[in-house]
């Protein structure tokens, strides 16, 4: 081997001298290896990168998707223009729950709640609490709002807030209340609604931008974005984004 060295490095060069150059190239290979390797994996993925499956009626999933909620059970929820479906990893089914009745109607937004329950807001004016396979609906008897459910979260006070065509309204473990002047809510309606890390509510109406700071009860409007918002979402750096849903574009905040 030292004779092989020897000529790596050319044969007028020392073994002792090629030995320890070889070593040290031998050294530096091996130091690189998982540097390499470790550097590989903090490198984020674009998303032309990762596998793409699709998922069609031949799979159990049938209309148009609307609203997508993965519970802490692990389960995917899909609201569809047919209904409410389950993916369990590998296949959908139609969901029916053991207990209660859900309405045939489109499922326009979904919520999966800190205690791992489930909310489905429907095209129609109602909505669904599932909890552990027991399915409870609220409709104008029971005083929600008539009307498609555009969107639906939950605060750090554990309230239910559901974004519904022509209101705004709270869910406070009990009863459904419409919220207007008695919050300093500006609109009659809601669009867009997100909860953010410090836990404000941020509402997006056709006009404006407002939020409510945590553990507050009085809506305080954001003079900085105008007009009609219908999508929030926060980035891991903090920014906060819009989109109005009418133009090719979103805006940063």
């Known amino acids: 081997h030292d004779r092989d060295a020897s000529r790596l490095f050319g044969c007028l060069m020392p073994r002792r001298k090629a030995r320890q150059i070889l070593s040290l190239i031998l050294l530096v290979v091996v130091m690189r290896v998982p540097r390499l390797w470790s550097e590989s994996q903090l490198m984020p993925e674009t998303l032309h990168q990762l596998h793409h499956t699709s998922f069609t009626t031949k799979d159990g999933l049938y209309g148009q998707v609307w609203a997508l909620a993965q519970t802490s059970d692990g389960y995917l929820w899909v609201g569809t223009s047919q209904g409410l479906y389950r993916f369990d990893g590998v296949s959908f089914e139609s969901y029916v729950p053991y207990r209660g009745t859900m309405p045939a109607s489109g499922v326009k937004s979904l919520l999966a709640s800190k205690d791992g329950s489930l909310w489905a807001g429907y095209e129609k004016g109602a909505i669904t609490h599932i909890v552990a396979g027991t399915a409870t609906t609220y409709t104008e008897q029971n005083g929600y709002p008539y009307g498609a459910t555009r969107a639906i979260v939950q605060t750090p006070d554990g309230a239910i807030w559901a974004s519904v065509v022509?209101?705004?309204?709270?869910?406070?473990?009990?009863t459904w209340?419409?919220?207007?002047?008695n919050w300093n809510y500006p609109a009659k309606s809601a669009w867009g609604?997100?909860?953010?890390?410090?836990?404000?509510?941020?509402?997006?109406?056709?006009?404006?931008?407002?939020?409510?700071?945590?553990?507050?009860?009085?809506?305080?409007?954001?003079?900085?974005?105008?007009?009609?918002?219908?999508?929030?979402?926060?980035?891991?750096?903090g920014s906060l984004w819009f989109s109005d849903g009418l133009l090719d574009e979103v805006r940063s905040f």
């Open 193 to 237: 609604m997100f909860v953010d890390r410090q836990g404000t509510l941020l509402i997006g109406t056709s006009e404006r931008l407002v939020y409510l700071p945590a553990l507050s009860h009085y809506f305080i409007e954001d003079e900085s974005v105008r007009g009609q918002i219908v999508a929030i979402v926060q980035s891991p750096d």
């Open 166 to 174: 022509g209101s705004l309204t709270r869910f406070d473990g009990s």
């Open 177 to 181: 209340q419409k919220v207007r002047g």
